[in-house]
């Protein structure tokens, strides 16, 4: 069974930072693409950044220069450095591993979620 469990979200201030992490149950960075998400209240799901197998990164207009997304192959982990975090930036945090080529072939996996919350 692979698993994917995020840890590391919390409440923090207004600009304050927090470090998201991903740990999956095998290695996925030499094919897939590592991806976090986020799903605030009443809105849909939204892909915040990614890192593919080849190790580039993109962002979400909404985080770029704020999130760094980065990936430990030794550890099966995968990284999402949060600063200058706003309260906009409240939701449930998802990791995800994408083949891909998903659906054609592979899967999609996702984690259960951890929760950020930017409050003062």
């Known amino acids: 069974q692979v698993q994917l469990v995020e840890s590391g979200g919390g409440l923090v201030q207004p600009g304050g930072s927090l470090r998201l992490s991903c740990a999956a149950s095998r290695n996925f960075f030499s094919i897939y693409t590592m991806g976090w998400y986020r799903q605030a209240p009443g809105k849909q799901r939204e892909r915040v950044a990614a890192?593919?197998?080849?190790?580039?990164?993109n962002y979400a207009d909404s985080v770029k220069g704020r999130f760094t997304i980065s990936g430990d192959n030794a550890k099966n982990t995968v990284y999402l450095q949060m600063n200058s975090l706003k309260p906009e930036d409240t939701a449930v945090y998802y990791c995800?591993?994408?083949?891909?080529?998903?659906?054609?072939?592979?899967?999609?996996?996702w984690g259960q979620g951890t929760q950020v919350t930017v409050s003062s």
């Open positions: 890192i593919t197998s080849g190790g580039s990164t």
């Open positions: 995800n591993a994408r083949h891909p080529n998903y659906p054609l072939i592979g899967r999609d996996y």
